[in-house]
């Protein structure tokens, strides 16, 4: 079965089921999960509960899609995520995106869904960052060594040579710095590296990814941004600087630490994403 037929029939099992359409979607990185938990009058689907979505790789980890209300405005949110490096193929990675932008489709009316947040845990490179920072992301490399859209092309997606120029859209980088200006909030902004783990960098990668000019490293994302922008989605990115990438700080890294951070800058997140999510779609009503 097709990618595209696999979204579809995730998309019409959750169009059966939602009573309100989401206008805005949010992949919700490592860490980063307690934003869903705010949302009022929601619904949630465990993935493991959802055909075609891969099997969790780490027991009581499976994730799930959450969709209910921020202010106004209905939010589907993805918490939890497929990563390259748990041995998913990029077809799977990328499933809740193609599945969220589908969605959009099943009904004949608004929202339609077209908008993406991605947030996830990264490690800084750019010497002036440090752990619990959030960096909205200007653009991305991508040093995973493989592309989701390698393979057969499937049209109904888009293009076969998507344009990344804009891929992180320069008006929702805008909404998101008036956005942490007006809650006082530091907003770092930088160029996201995707690299393929597990394991964290070593100190000579670290200083090669600093020279490429990247400000934060990380293991996901990169993917979902290039299919959603395939699809014609808006992106916003911003990722939480759980730590400073190997080698810049003098002490080992750990994933519980990279967890504890996440957490602890979560309720900056969860500010900023309530104050963003609005005026997103104020921006551009229709999409
Ligand atoms: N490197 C790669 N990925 C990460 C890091 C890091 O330092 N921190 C969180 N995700």
């Not at 921020?70 to 589907?76: D, E, F, I, P, Y």
């Not at 600093?210 to 299919?227: F, L």
């Not at 994933?255 to 979560?266: E, F, N």
């Amino acid at each position: 079965m097709t990618q595209y037929e696999q979204a579809a029939i995730v998309a019409n099992f959750l169009a059966e089921r939602l009573e309100v359409m989401p206008a805005v979607w949010v992949v919700l990185g490592s860490g980063l999960g307690a934003f869903a938990d705010t949302l009022n009058s929601a619904q949630r689907f465990a993935y493991t509960d959802l055909p075609h979505f891969p099997p969790a790789t780490v027991a009581g980890h499976g994730g799930a899609v959450i969709v209910g209300q921020c202010q106004s405005v209905t939010v589907g949110v993805m918490q939890g995520r497929f990563h390259y490096y748990e041995g998913y193929e990029l077809d799977q990675v990328t499933l809740p995106i193609r599945v969220a932008k589908l969605l959009g489709g099943v009904r004949p009316c608004r929202p339609r869904g077209n908008r993406l947040i991605v947030t996830n845990a990264a490690g800084g490179l750019n010497p002036n960052f440090t752990a619990g920072d959030l960096m909205l992301i200007t653009d991305h490399i991508n040093l995973l060594g493989a592309n989701p859209l390698r393979g057969i092309h499937d049209e109904r997606f888009g293009a076969r040579f998507p344009d990344l120029t804009a891929a992180y859209d320069p008006d929702y980088r805008r909404i998101a710095l008036e956005s942490a200006d007006q809650l006082g909030l530091t907003l770092q902004q930088g160029i996201y590296v995707a690299v393929a783990g597990p394991t964290y960098e070593t100190p000579a990668e670290t200083r090669m990814l600093q020279a490429i000019a990247a400000d934060a490293v990380g293991m996901s994302t990169v993917p979902e941004v290039i299919v959603a922008r395939q699809m014609g989605m808006r992106v916003l990115g911003i990722s939480c600087i759980t730590n400073l990438a190997a080698g810049i700080a003098n002490h080992p890294l750990s994933h519980q630490d990279v967890l504890a951070t996440g957490q602890r800058a979560s309720s900056q997140l969860i500010a900023l994403l309530q104050h963003i999510l609005p005026r997103l779609c104020e921006a551009d009503p229709m999409v």
